[in-house]
């Protein structure tokens, strides 16, 4: 079973800062990993994922996230928020094989102060 | 892009009642799910749906739980009977199905139910 941890619940940044959201995994087999996000009130929005290749995944609105192998892990980074990234991020983690299901994350609250 | 459609937006219904949430997915997907989330936490899995049968579900998909997508019309989720801890706003994705596993879901903006 794959399982998907993300350590921070709340982020507050100011506008302009950049923003690194953690997100670990586990699982014996292949994955691929995305990244959603919620603003309040709304439906989740994909932002990126990754399946193969390049371990460095560029994503909407100036988004990417690096995928490891070797630390279980595909941090998400943003190198200069805005007020519109407030809102809050899932981590994702289906396995390649079996079952479609997409695993959340428990999200991470991002707060842009001005 | 591409939309995906639930309604009602908010359902309020008394313990024991049935309820159906609806969702119109986009188009031309065919993988269709439902997932659960109870004020701002974690996304929980439900189900999955595809060529009219449930691929998968959680410990969450209870008995009273059912799914269904007559053809040409509303991906449903039906409840019955509802209990209290059934409240929580219910999301509906679908995805296309390319044959691969890393697709993209495309979500509805929420049903939110409560059970008084």
């Known amino acids: 079973t794959q399982t998907v941890s993300q350590s921070d619940a709340h982020v507050t940044v100011f506008e302009g800062d950049s923003v690194e959201l953690r997100c670990n995994y586990s699982y014996g087999g292949s994955i691929y990993l995305s990244w959603y996000i919620q603003h309040h009130g709304r439906g989740l929005q994909f932002l990126l994922k990754?399946?193969?290749?390049?371990?460095v995944v560029q994503g909407v609105n100036g988004f990417k996230a690096e995928f490891s192998k070797s630390d279980s892990s595909f941090h998400l980074r943003k190198a200069s928020v805005h007020w519109s990234d407030s809102a809050v991020y899932f981590c994702a983690v289906s396995a390649t094989q079996g079952g479609r299901a997409l695993i959340f994350g428990t999200g991470t609250t991002v707060s842009v102060s001005p | 892009g591409p939309k995906v459609l639930q309604i009602p937006s908010h359902q309020i219904i008394d313990m024991g009642q049935m309820v159906t949430l609806n969702c119109d997915p986009v188009?031309?997907?065919?993988?269709f799910y439902w997932y659960k989330q109870i004020l701002g936490q974690q996304m929980e899995f439900l189900v999955n749906f595809y060529n009219g049968k449930v691929m998968e579900k959680s410990k969450l998909f209870k008995d009273q739980f059912s799914v269904e997508r007559p053809d040409g019309s509303y991906f449903t989720l039906k409840i019955q009977p509802t209990a209290l801890e059934d409240s929580a706003v219910y999301f509906c994705?679908?995805?296309?199905w390319g044959g691969g596993r890393a697709e993209t879901l495309y979500f509805g903006s929420g049903t939110r139910l409560t059970v008084l």
């Open positions: 990754y399946y193969s290749g390049n371990p």
């Open positions: 994705a679908s995805s296309p």
């Open positions: 188009s031309n997907h065919l993988y």
